[in-house]
C-alpha cells in the first residue's frame, strides 16, 4: 500500500497547538498596509483559531484523523 500524503498547502497553513488547537495566520498583513488602521493591523498579529465547523476538514487534509 502507498503511504497517504498530507496536503501540502495545509502543512504550510496549519499548525496544530499542545492544546489540539489548529492556528493558522490571519490574512491581509502583507502589503497596503498604509490604509489599514492600527487597530486593524494589531489584530491581524494574532494568530487565528479554526472553528469547530472547519476542524474535520483541516485535519483530513493534516491527515490526522
Known amino acids: ?5 498530507t496536503n ?15 492556528v493558522y495566520q490571519k490574512s491581509f498583513k502583507r502589503h497596503i ?3 489599514k ?5 494589531r489584530n491581524l ?9 472547519n476542524r ?3 485535519l483530513h487534509m493534516l491527515r490526522m484523523k
Open 1 to 5: 500500500m502507498p503511504k497517504v500524503k
Open 8 to 22: 501540502s498547502g495545509a502543512k504550510k497553513r496549519f499548525k496544530v497547538t499542545g492544546s489540539g488547537e489548529i
Open 33 to 35: 498596509l498604509t490604509k
Open 37 to 41: 488602521s492600527t487597530k486593524r493591523k
Open 45 to 53: 498579529r494574532k494568530k487565528g483559531v479554526v472553528d469547530k465547523t
Open 56 to 58: 474535520p476538514s483541516v
